[in-house]
């Protein structure tokens, strides 16, 4: 209730293209509650590997493309590092899916869901990926220019950070 307050909307694309229709801006998370399993402690990543759920993740960008709008990258530097994840079995992420709420146990300082102290995070705007008047049809070249903008801004902004030594990988 609080989130419909807030003027959220529903990550459903019959929800997502009412808001756009009605001239709202939507800022879009596009891996979701599967993003929030990838990484370390995930099997195959390690502490140095960060990662976004974004290669198949194309129906925000058909849908910024059905209604000519641009896609302005955005990346955010060091939120992997504000708590941890609690490996959990499989059969979680999959209720997640589900259930459509992250089911998993994190923790911060002192084992409280208080954000470890460190580096503040570090927010890097990309190049805007502007839709062509091709509409849908765009959707495969907006969406490979958003992956290539992303790892472009990590790889430009990653030693400013003092991430020089990880590296992202787009699932």
């Known amino acids: 209730m609080i989130l419909k307050w807030l003027r959220s909307v529903d990550a459903n694309a019959h929800s997502v293209d009412a808001a756009l229709r009605n001239g709202h801006s939507l800022g879009i998370s596009p891996g979701g509650i599967a993003e929030m399993f990838l990484c370390h402690p995930a099997p195959g990543f390690g502490k140095d590997d960060e ?9 925000f960008v058909r849908m910024a493309a059905r209604h000519q709008l641009p896609v302005l990258p955005v990346y955010v530097f060091g939120a992997s590092d504000k708590f941890r994840r609690v490996p959990l079995p499989k059969v979680f992420e999959r209720l997640s899916k589900i259930f459509r709420i ?8 002192w084992g409280l869901p208080i954000p470890f102290v460190g580096k503040g995070l570090h927010y ?9 008047s091709m509409g849908e049809a765009d959707t495969d070249i907006m969406h490979r220019d958003l992956c290539e903008e992303m790892a472009g ?4 902004y990653k030693d400013e950070y003092g991430w020089g030594h990880k590296s992202l990988c787009i699932v």
């Open 102 to 109: 992250s089911i998993i146990l994190f923790f911060g300082r």
């Open 51 to 59: 990662a976004i759920f974004l290669k198949n993740r194309r129906g």
């Open 153 to 156: 801004m990590f790889e430009r």
């Open 124 to 132: 890097v705007i990309g190049k805007v990926i502007e839709p062509s």
